[in-house]
């Protein structure tokens, strides 16, 4: 995958609505679905390329400052 795809997943996972207002999963910690698909997504992209940036994938998706 190529940096221009990390940016393209990241924005339509931002897209899909706001992270938070929701209660916290106590299993996963996240506070939505949005959350939670783009930090599991986060984990296997990085398992993929070892020099993708979790934090700042997190960051686009729009579920960490």
């Known amino acids: 995958m190529t940096r221009k795809d990390y940016i393209a997943i990241a924005e339509v996972i931002r897209q899909a609505g706001p ?5 916290t999963d106590w299993k996963t910690g996240c506070n939505s679905a949005r959350e939670y698909i783009a930090r599991n997504l986060a984990y296997s992209l990085a398992a993929d390329n070892p020099r993708f940036d979790r934090a700042r994938f997190l960051k686009a998706c729009g579920v960490q400052s």
């Open 19 to 23: 992270a938070s207002g929701m209660p």
